[in-house]
């Protein structure tokens, strides 16, 4: 599940960074490419804003090699998006068809295969995974010399077991609740653990105007290829 | 060169603000923040050898790309090729001129 939708901050005449050009493709394609290198992938799922939906499906068209990715507005929140997907997803989880779902946000577009490996494989194991950086650099301006504890910086993709994360899903919708993240929900509504896996420092958020740059220089440095798979590098 | 605009967050305004993104060719080589004017840009003497490094890779992928937009559309490809051919020269030398103004 790829979210893409955005915050949605206005409408208007204003491209959607996930749409931006980045070495060749729109941002949001390089992630679904790395992912599909890995077989267990079975369907690609991508949230979106209604209004991007016609250069999306263009990129998709161009960019994206079969089978089709399937493509669902999103809701009005990052938890509404991320519902909207798994009620789409809904049959084939309790069908057993989908053991597990990984959730990506479209703005890192350097997760590249050895991440999306690893967070399925611990979560095929474990139940739940998200992969972190540890900043153990950090100091606190409170006059401690270091955080107390370690501290960590979350990426995605983020994998979970797929029965319990619709179950979740469905338990908040019932109680109108609205996660800020989806560990959120899961810590909430599910008897899952979630472990963390090593993330990849290359795996930026496109935020700044800065971070397409070095976006575009650490595909150029990788030769335009992030399917190595194995511990993320 | 082409222009693009989206919503990115800017460290001088320190809020999302609407950014002029200008390309040359597939590569970024300035932004711009509409409301505080905050430009970056890739410094001149990279532009050269990260375009042609670039370069590159479009020739040596373009093969696989066009076989790709073959099978998905054969009769639009085949109508497609020769404006496409037609323009290639003139469009490299616009990125090529492009970067010796930068």
Redesign the interface.
Known sequence: MVLAAGEG?RAG?????V??????RRVFTWSIRWARELPEVCRTVLVIREEDRDVVEAAL??EV?PPAVEVVPGGTSRHGSEWKALQLLAPAIEAGAIDVVVIHDAARPLAGTAVWESVIEAAVSLGGAIPAEVHGHLTSLDGDPSPRDRVVAVQTPQAFAAQPLLEAYRRADRDGFVGTDTASCIERYADITVHWVPGDARNIK????????IA??LL?KA??DLTARGRPQ | M?V????????TCDA?T??E?H?TG???ES?R?TVCGTH?D?PPRDMLP?YL??LE??IV?KPRRML??AG?DPMGFLRSVPGAVVRQPAKLLGELRSIFRH
């Not at chain 1, 005449?13 to 960074?17: F, G, L, P, S, V």
């Not at chain 2, 693009?4 to 460290?11: F, G, N, P, S």
Request: with cysteine.
């Open positions: 901050r005449n204003h491209t959607n960074k749409l931006l050009p980045l070495a060749g068209t161009r090699e496109i935020t700044f105007p800065d971070d397409l740059f575009e220089r150029a030769r335009w | 082409s693009e605009t989206a919503e990115l967050h800017c460290e999302v609407d950014h993104l390309y597939r590569l970024l932004t923040c970056l890739v990260t490094a670039d890779q479009r992928s790709r937009r998905q």
